[in-house]
């Protein structure tokens, strides 16, 4: 079946370094979406992206899909203690079903 | 207006008993799911339904049971629970064709 692996599972890091998490897909997705959830929370939408090689950015946060549409990247700019949290990648197939990848917890310490 | 809901926030039972989780959206979605989040905060899919029809059932013991009287509610009920039950359960909800996921706030059920 479809797998969606996310890396690394954990990650610390001083305020103001950057932080990149990565997804890869077994198989080629229609789409990847990234959520956030914040300690203690639920997890948010933050992004979706669709087409080959698409680059989005929010603010500091910059979200890549790979050109084969079986990898992505999410990347935080010089991260803030609001960024802490998981951070989850989500495989998105053709006919609507969504894989979680495994998450990567961020630390940011100030 | 809260867009997905579900009570309780939290649960604690002793091993053996049975409980339920309520879920409600009110985004007029037609497919809502259960989620089982664990320690490591692996997130794990055990039901889907779209419009009160089971689609997705990953394997879950049979000791968790779906319910969904209509479209904007998918309840969960866990019969004789276990020690490892225990996490964090999420409902969510989707409009059709796989687009973005609404999350409840989750409830968090520790089985002693």
């Known amino acids: 079946g479809q797998q969606v692996m996310q890396i690394p599972q954990y990650q610390h890091v001083q305020e103001g370094e950057d932080f990149t998490t990565y997804c890869n897909s077994s198989t080629t997705l229609s789409n990847i979406q990234w959520y956030k959830q914040r300690p203690g929370g639920h997890p948010v939408f933050l992004i979706q992206?669709?087409?080959?090689?698409e680059v989005k950015k929010q603010k500091r946060l910059t979200f890549q899909f790979g050109e084969a549409k079986k990898n992505s990247s999410l990347h935080i700019t010089a991260t803030q203690t609001t960024d802490v949290g998981t951070y989850f990648c989500?495989?998105?197939?053709?006919?609507?079903?969504?894989?979680f990848g495994q998450g990567t917890i961020l630390t940011v310490h100030p | 207006d809260t867009a997905v809901s579900q009570t309780p926030k939290y649960l604690v039972t002793q091993m053996g008993n049975d409980k339920s989780i309520k879920c409600e959206q009110n985004l007029g979605h037609d497919t809502m799911y259960w989620y089982k989040q664990d320690s490591k905060k692996f997130l794990k899919i055990m039901f889907s339904y779209n419009n009160k029809e089971l689609i997705i059932n990953e394997t879950v013991p049979n000791r968790f049971s779906p319910k969904s009287p209509d479209k904007a509610h998918l309840n969960l009920h866990i019969n004789s629970l276990e020690l490892g039950d225990s996490a964090v359960y999420f409902c969510?909800?989707?409009?059709?064709?796989?687009?973005?996921?609404?999350f409840g706030s989750g409830t968090q059920l520790s089985v002693l």
């Open positions: 992206l669709v087409k080959s090689g």
């Open positions: 989500v495989g998105g197939t053709s006919y609507g079903k969504l894989t």
């Open positions: 969510a909800s989707s409009a059709p064709g796989g687009e973005k996921l609404f």
